[in-house]
């Protein structure tokens, strides 16, 4: 298996709603990522988590948590989201830390979220 | 701050050309990727390039990772339709770091 899923393929969501992202990988990697990506432009990195402990933030609101609940499965939630939060949200998996492997990125096919 | 400058952003020619696509930076790259995106879809990543001065081919597509590992290029030979999309360039620092994409460059093969 070498591929990233990610669920829903889209969502619509009201500003007072609570929803997640969710996002599998069976290769192995022990890092993974949430970035966000804007129409016409590259993707932002949102966090990383390296060994199922979150190791960067991007100075991200708080109303989006990542959680991390075991080693294949990346979870994003979402509270009180804004209009302009709307983008694609990727995930990513690599196997960056173990054995001095390069830093290669496997991305999902992302999540299309629409905030009303 | 590492960043990437990437060149052109867009680029519109007809099938059967050539075209170069550049990506530049101040900083030292542990590695650098270049990955292909279709519009709603996430990025696919064509090549990894780690040694200065390598040189990889995929294809019609030749990646070179420039010796002092800050600039790459891209270089696609008789473009074809179906080489149309978003190319975006990414470098990264060591372990498990976020990747630092350039601007991307909106590629159109015309037919």
């Known amino acids: 298996d070498t591929e990233v899923t990610q669920t829903p393929k889209h969502l619509v969501m009201g500003m007072t709603n609570k929803k997640s992202l969710k996002c599998e990988q069976h290769?192995?990697?022990?890092?993974m990522y949430w970035y966000k990506q804007k129409a016409k432009k590259p993707p932002e990195l949102m966090f990383v988590?390296?060994?199922?402990?979150?190791?960067i933030n991007e100075s991200v609101p708080s109303r989006f948590s990542p959680e991390c609940p075991n080693s294949s499965l990346l979870n994003l939630h979402l509270h009180a989201l804004q209009p302009e939060d709307s983008a694609l949200y990727l995930c990513?998996?690599?196997?960056?830390?173990?054995?001095?492997?390069?830093?290669?990125?496997?991305f999902g096919p992302g999540t299309r979220l629409t905030v009303l | 701050t590492q960043l990437l400058e990437q060149s052109p952003q867009f680029l519109s020619i007809q099938e059967g050309e050539n075209l170069t696509v550049y990506c530049n930076s101040s900083?030292?790259?542990?590695?650098l990727q270049w990955y292909r995106q279709e519009p709603g879809e996430g990025p696919v990543l064509l090549v990894t390039?780690?040694?200065?001065?390598e040189v990889k081919k995929l294809k019609r597509l030749t990646f070179q990772f420039g010796d002092a590992r800050k600039d790459s290029s891209l270089h696609i030979t008789a473009a074809q339709p179906g080489d149309t999309g978003l190319y975006l360039c990414a470098g990264v620092g060591g372990g498990a770091d976020g990747l630092t994409f350039g601007k991307g460059t909106h590629l159109i093969i015309q037919p």
């Open positions: 988590y390296s060994y199922e402990k979150l190791s």
């Open positions: 390039v780690v040694t200065g001065g």
């Open positions: 990513a998996s690599s196997l960056a830390g173990t054995s001095g492997a390069p830093n290669e990125q496997f």
């Open positions: 900083s030292v790259f542990s590695s």
């Open positions: 290769m192995g990697h022990r890092a």
